[in-house]
């Protein structure tokens, strides 16, 4: 089920949070956690019911091993750390199973010229997210900083609708505790008022402006065979654009959704495209992800321990095998390779003291990262090469003569009477217009995080802002309503 969806907004959303406020007013607690799982399942097989037990064994496999380390005579025979792994590898063989089997057999036939048949098979939504947060609560844990012997509330946190699509990717401790408040059980004006303000928030980002980017960045990557320096650097920057609000709207969205529940979700974004060095951004994009990959991977190699060298590979092996975590795919890695190499050299040049202006660096760093996000999106190598070549100036920078009122192409659909594509061969000045909107709006206003805590809730103002968002709702679903599209953090 889509966030952005009919069923979603007017049905789902509204009947989970009065039922499970219900029961929690008649003091069933325990029912009221039970109904949030079976409701957060019902979400969560609406895409597809057949992989439900899937999520399910999933569950009972890492809540019987992260139970057991609390128990001593669990381990008389085997160690703590054979178990642990054992968890991991569990998790891990379960991942690259659906997502790397293709993958790995592709580069087997290619090396070897056999001919092994792909599987072919389809990639269970939200199967990196509910194990990468799965092998956290492991480690937790093994090392004694979380206890779960409840498996209703192991199930709560894995489950909770909010995040467990696309996350953000939490911790077992930052969660719990909330669910077991006294006080969060009741419903709270406040935060539900915040919480529609912050899911609106990620509503608009995702249909107006990601959806609309999205138009122009598939016609230069997908369908264009040619592309000059313009529609080049208009097809990158579109799917720069594209994703950051298609993701940071999903984050504000399950902000804002849990925070009806009174649950407070870990900021996932803190305006990357401000960042004025390769570390920065990473401290900025994808916050959960980033202290996953430091944690759990970095960190266990050896972190900055052991000297620069070793320093520079454990940073390039982590952002590979994050790369890889995107997708089964070499652009992916090769996505991966360019941000540890990055990081490696931002490291060296703060070492030998070196600084730049603040201007110059975030021009740096902020095409770098676009010029990476073109074979993060490429499907092929071909097509990361056709955006790049046009961004260089290898194709051309001519505009085709013809007129300004030919510049612009209008689409039939209701969406795209406010989006326009941009046709193979042409310019469509909007689309720069829209860039360079959107991007005045990313570097110099306060993003949703920041604005949220200074908003104040009062009656009148709480009655004006809901009839805003209602009718908000209804119009961006109405100009939506010709396709409801999905998260792109939805492959991965």
Avoid at 180 to 208: D, E, H, M, T
Avoid at 328 to 341: D, K, Q, S
Avoid at 376 to 400: C, H, Q
């Amino acid at each position: 089920m889509l966030f952005n969806s009919f069923e979603f907004i007017f049905l789902f959303l509204p009947i989970t949070f009065f039922v499970y406020f219900y029961l929690n007013s008649r003091r069933l607690t325990e029912a009221a956690k039970g109904f949030l799982v079976a409701s957060s399942l019902f979400f969560y097989s609406w895409w597809n019911v057949i992989y439900l037990p899937l999520i399910l064994g999933s569950m009972l496999f890492n809540f019987v091993i992260g139970s057991s380390f609390s128990r001593e005579k669990t381990f008389k025979k085997v160690s703590k750390k054979t178990v642990l792994t054992f968890g991991v590898i569990g998790n891990l063989g379960l991942l690259g199973y659906f997502k790397y089997s293709d993958f790995f057999i592709a580069n087997v036939n290619f090396t070897l010229g056999t001919d092994i048949p792909l599987l072919h098979l389809a990639l269970p939504l939200a199967i990196s997210f509910f194990t990468f947060q799965q092998i956290a609560y492991l480690v937790d844990s093994y090392k004694g900083e979380t206890k779960e012997y409840d498996l209703l509330n192991y199930a709560v946190f894995v489950t909770f609708f909010p995040q467990l699509i696309a996350g953000p990717i939490v911790h077992h401790k930052e969660m719990m505790p909330q669910f077991a408040s006294l006080r969060n059980k009741y419903k709270n004006y406040k935060n539900i008022y915040l919480g529609l303000i912050i899911f609106s928030i990620g509503l608009f980002k995702k249909v107006v402006i990601a959806d609309s980017f999205a138009v122009w960045a598939n016609n230069g990557f997908d369908n264009a065979k040619v592309l000059t320096f313009y529609e080049g650097w208009a097809t990158s920057l579109s799917y720069t654009f594209q994703l950051y609000f298609d993701f940071s709207g999903y984050t504000d969205m399950a902000i804002g959704a849990a925070l009806l529940f009174n649950i407070k979700l870990p900021i996932n974004f803190n305006s990357p495209y401000k960042a004025t060095d390769i570390q920065d951004f990473w401290r900025r994009w994808h916050i959960t992800l980033s202290r996953f990959l430091r944690d759990y991977v970095y960190i266990p190699l050896g972190g900055n321990r052991h000297g620069n060298f070793r320093t520079y590979n454990n940073l390039l092996a982590t952002f590979v095998l994050g790369g890889i975590w995107h997708g089964a795919g070499w652009t992916f890695v090769f996505w991966g390779f360019l941000h540890g190499i990055a990081l490696a050299v931002h490291r060296l040049w703060t070492n030998l003291g070196f600084k730049m202006h603040s201007v110059l660096a975030w021009f740096v760093t902020f095409n770098f990262v676009n010029i990476c996000w073109v074979f993060f999106r490429a499907k092929e190598w071909e097509d990361a090469i056709k955006v790049l070549s046009a961004m260089f100036g290898l194709t051309g920078f001519t505009i085709e003569n013809v007129t300004l009122i030919n510049l612009i192409k209008l689409d039939r659909t209701t969406l795209d009477l406010i989006s326009v594509t941009a046709g193979i061969g042409r310019i469509d000045m909007l689309i720069y217009m829209f860039i360079a909107a959107v991007a005045i709006f990313v570097l110099f206003l306060k993003n949703t995080s920041e604005q949220a805590p200074k908003l104040k809730y009062s009656g009148s103002d709480a009655a004006v802002m809901l009839f805003s968002i209602s009718i908000s709702y209804v119009s961006i679903i109405f100009i939506n309503s010709v396709k409801v599209s999905e998260f792109l953090y939805f492959d991965f």
